[in-house]
């Protein structure tokens, strides 16, 4: 170990020394907190001393304060004593053995043959110093035992002129133990005592970078990083308390894993508990169950020792750097000292602990961590506590916590009335760290139903559970004890039925019954909701009335309001399904750039963020991306929606992730993918909900890309069957007739494909514009040439004002074709920059392709780049002309299109060419039809 802040201590000890070779002998009480380099220097000393003056040396053990005249063994037998003076002391040291020593080296009653053992060696010493000067250099002394403790004070007496410096190192300053010896050596006129104290922040600076202050002896701790901004002083500082033991350790552990670890800093904290006496370390182990909240007293029950023993112990642990104020200086030292109590001590420990705060009123959640640690109960009370602190941890967004109290509480509880209840919020903890290692509880509680021993917001909630799983035979009986509630009278059940069948409708339509209940509009129920009622439940079911009668502006805005409250309101089992059907409005009311950022926002990194929840917002972010156009996004996010969740934990509801991934995969171009995930093994029960639809509708977007029409159409039109059966037959959900539409198309059937496009034009209203666009997509497929250019404009303004770039880039792609077949090739130069631009942006590979087929005949649109700046500096009107131009508009075209003159087209587009410094039409950028054409419209849903 490297001395630091140590020269005055060596220079002084020196100092000693010399005085010592001129017959002045001396005493040195080394002392001080535990591990603060009183070792280190001691040997320093004996190190340093010159060639002449002879070295004897001895540590002291608590093992071995037993065994008489120990220490004086070890200093007095040795290969290079004279040969008189060690078998004298051998004879002197087996008559000691015989001797009975006293407890304490001040006990009046000493035997004779003891004093005369102790005045034999005495003498044999002070004989040995009258040939050459002695160091008798002693280590932790108070672990010595007794008989060698009084020859000690026998030398010390008779220093005098005497050639003999003795050091000592003494740890236990506020021990009792060996009093007395302190006190007569501190009586004695050559007494020095050297107080060492834990580094200053300076001195842990010079000790990591290798500074002054180092005994030329001591060897520099080795470091090829010589840059000092890599250590960070302070953080060494505060982890070690200036301690020099940990402070080794600390820079090795930063060497080897770059943080403190268990091995290194871990082991060295308990090297220097274990060196400490043992009050010492109990007090530790309490403090490390208890917390820096224990007070002195509640660390004395807990250790059982008196509250004097305890401040003293937590005096010294301060002292020594090992701790600040009864808080550990790191998690790692408190782990260390943790996993070093036996299972048995710790389980005791937790045991004790929750005894005692309960009894002094603790926190709930406080007494309950030592519940769960301790595994064990201690009466009814002890449940009571478990159960509160469960809904504490499920408000505090902790449901490990939680599901570790309800384990205990349901193992522990003797009331067969309420298990069943406490098993059910068991199962919604569980629930929201793996819907599948919640399933166990399924079959008990389906059982609890039909013995009338659960509680309707818990049936309620395994009904989801339920149908999650597919389990729908149970899910029937289970509902059928909820419907059983329509004729209760209170309050908080009245409404509850019709919330039912409004929830069913729009997630497992199935099972839902139609009702006679008027249809709402932006979720004004009308129902009364009551201190009883779950606000999330019937946000839950009013979002689902809003998907079934189709969503609109309106609904769109009751979304938005829900999503704003969940950081508010008090969150329940029925949150995350009111959040997903939330972001599922916005998406299909035609905002997915809203749903993005409200999933954006709502997974914030948090250090308790649910599997479920982390989950199901990355599925929902992946299908917004999927309907801004942005496909290498949404592949993305539907990737981590299946890594946070297992496939299998996702039951029914995996057709929403697969199938964004699916469809995401599709239109990139990545079919292998596409196809792994068409393997995974969709559930019959998953075809029976609104996920089936999801996937579906990806996987006939397959087919149709790999060239299996029949099997895209059969996809399709299975999708539409279920949508009209189940009364959610709108294309913002699922646009199916477009894509049996496509099937019918390539199969040769141009009849059928129309009969679904008119019968999509009829039902998209103004509120769809991405159906419409679609639509007249494929109306331009059918019918002629010429009037295909009109349709697809159309159809591009359309989808240019709900965002969707994929579908813009499938409308440019027909609308170049279009130009190229009616030999408008200027026009369709300009239409093949802007398809390019987009197909690019959307990471559209297959329709990129088909693009690029194509280039030899509309070549020449590379353009020379032009700066944002330059973009930005155009004004909104320049912006809107160039837009225009930029598709190939003529300037009349421009002029009747905006309401203006030709004259103001070409002022305008004058400034323009100026502004971006290009010469003619076609250097324009393609990023203006995205920036310009209206401040509303992006390919991609971006600003």
Request: proline share 5%; aromatic share 4%; charged share 25%.
């Amino acid at each position: 170990m490297r001395l630091v802040e140590r020269d005055e201590q060596v220079r002084y000890l020196d100092r000693l020394v010399d005085e010592c070779r001129e017959r002045r002998g001396q005493i040195v009480l080394l002392n001080g907190p535990a591990t603060t380099g009183k070792t280190e220097l001691l040997r320093v000393c004996a190190d340093r001393a010159p060639e002449d003056v002879r070295v004897l040396r001895a540590t002291c053990s608590r093992a071995e304060q037993s065994l008489p005249f120990g220490v004086l063994s070890q200093l007095l037998r040795s290969d290079t004593l004279p040969g008189e003076l060690t078998a004298r002391v051998d004879r002197l040291l087996r008559n000691g053995a015989c001797a009975d020593a006293p407890a304490r080296p001040d006990h009046d009653a000493v035997e004779a043959a003891l004093v005369r053992i102790v005045h034999g060696l005495g003498v044999a010493v002070l004989d040995l110093a009258a040939e050459t000067p002695l160091l008798i250099a002693v280590d932790d002394v108070q672990h010595a035992d007794v008989p060698s403790l009084h020859c000690l004070l026998y030398i010390a007496r008779r220093l005098g002129s005497a050639r003999v410096l003795v050091v000592l190192t003494d740890e236990a300053e506020c021990e009792t133990q060996h009093s007395s010896f302190r006190a007569e050596l501190r009586r004695q006129p050559h007494f020095h005592q050297l107080r060492l104290a834990p580094l200053t922040r300076e001195g842990v600076a010079a000790m990591l970078h290798g500074g002054a202050g180092t005994p030329a002896t001591d060897t520099p701790l080795t470091d090829t990083r010589t840059d000092a901004t890599l250590w960070d002083t302070d953080a060494f500082f505060r982890a070690s308390g200036g301690n020099p033991l940990l402070l080794h350790a600390l820079i090795e552990d930063r060497h080897i894993a770059g943080a403190p670890r268990a091995e290194g800093y871990g082991l060295a904290l308990l090297s220097c508990l274990y060196r400490d006496r043992p009050a010492v370390l109990q007090v530790v182990r309490a403090l490390a169950v208890l917390g820096d909240a224990g007070a002195d007293d509640e660390l004395s029950q807990l250790t059982g020792l008196d509250t004097e023993t305890v401040s003293r112990a937590l005096h010294d642990l301060d002292a020594a750097g090992l701790i600040d104020k009864r808080a550990f200086r790191h998690p790692v030292a408190r782990a260390a000292v943790v996993d070093d109590i036996s299972p048995q001590d710790r389980l005791a420990l937790h045991r004790r602990a929750a005894q005692l705060m309960h009894d002094r009123g603790a926190p709930t959640m406080t007494v309950a961590r030592h519940l769960v640690e301790a595994r064990h109960t201690h009466g009814p009370w002890a449940v009571r506590v478990l159960l509160e602190a469960a809904e504490q941890a499920m408000l505090g967004e902790d449901p490990q916590m939680a599901t570790e109290c309800l384990k205990l509480a349901h193992r522990s509880s003797s009331d067969e009335q309420d298990r069943p209840a406490i098993r059910a919020r068991l199962a919604q903890a569980e629930w929201e760290l793996s819907p599948s290692a919640a399933a166990r509880h399924l079959t008990p509680l389906v059982a609890a139903v039909r013995g009338g021993l659960l509680g309707h917001g818990d049936r309620l909630v395994l009904l989801r559970h339920l149908l999650w799983h597919g389990r729908t035979d149970e899910a029937e009986t289970v509902l059928g004890h909820l419907r059983g509630t329509a004729g209760d009278q209170r309050p908080e059940s009245r409404d509850e039925p019709h919330d039912i069948e409004r929830w069913l409708a729009a997630t497992h339509p199935p099972l839902a019954r139609r009702s006679r209940h008027p249809h709402t509009r932006g979720g004004d129920t009308g129902h009364l909701l009551t201190p009883l009622s779950d606000p999330w439940w019937r946000s839950a079911a009013d979002l689902g009335d809003l998907i079934t009668r189709g969503p609109d502006p309106q609904a769109a805005d009751r979304a938005e309001q829900i999503l704003a409250e969940t950081g508010v309101g008090r969150r329940s089992p029925w949150t995350e399904e009111a959040v997903q059907l939330a972001l599922s409005v916005l998406i299909w009311a035609g905002r997915p750039g809203s749903a993005a950022d409200w999933c954006d926002r709502l997974n914030d990194p948090a250090p308790r963020q649910t599997p479920v929840r982390t989950a199901t917002l990355a599925a929902m972010r992946a299908e917004a991306a999927i309907r801004q156009g942005d496909l290498r996004a949404g592949a993305d996010h539907a990737r981590q929606a299946l890594t946070h969740l297992a496939p299998k934990a996702w039951g029914v509801a995996i057709g929403l992730p697969l199938g964004s991934l699916v469809l995401a995969a599709t239109r990139t171009g990545d079919y292998e993918e596409a196809a792994q995930c068409l393997t995974h093994s969709a559930n019959d029960a998953m075809f029976h909900s609104r996920y089936g639809l999801h996937y579906l509708h990806a996987r006939g977007h397959y087919h149709l890309a790999t060239s299996h029409p029949h099997a895209a159409l059969a996809d399709f039109l299975s999708c539409g069957e279920l949508m009209r059966a189940w009364d959610l037959d709108a294309s913002a959900l699922i646009p199916w007739r477009t894509g049996a539409a496509e099937a019918w198309l390539r199969l040769g059937n141009p009849d059928q494909a129309k009969r679904l496009v008119y019968d999509e034009l009829t039902r998209a209203g103004a509120d769809d514009p991405r159906a419409r666009g679609s639509a007249l997509r494929l109306l331009a497929a059918l019918g002629p040439v010429s009037r295909q250019p009109e349709l697809l404009t159309e159809a591009l303004d359309l989808l240019e004002d709900c965002g969707d770039g994929y579908e813009q880039a499938r409308v440019l792609v027909d609308l170049c074709r279009s130009y190229r077949a009616l030999d408008e090739h200027r026009r369709a130069r300009m239409v093949f920059r802007r398809a390019s631009h987009v197909t690019k942006l959307c990471n559209a590979g297959p329709l990129n392709k088909e693009l690029t087929s194509a280039s030899g005949d509309v070549g020449g649109f590379e353009t020379a780049p032009v700066g944002a700046d330059g973009i930005t500096s155009l004004t909104g009107s320049e912006r809107r002309v160039a837009a225009l131009a930029v598709m190939g508009c003529t300037n009349r075209e421009i002029a009747g299109k905006l309401h203006i003159t030709a004259s103001t087209v070409e002022q305008h587009l004058t400034r323009v060419y100026r502004k971006l410094n290009v010469k003619r039409r076609k250097d324009l950028p393609v990023d203006l039809r995205n920036d310009g054409a209206t401040t509303e419209r992006t390919p991609l849903g971006r600003r």
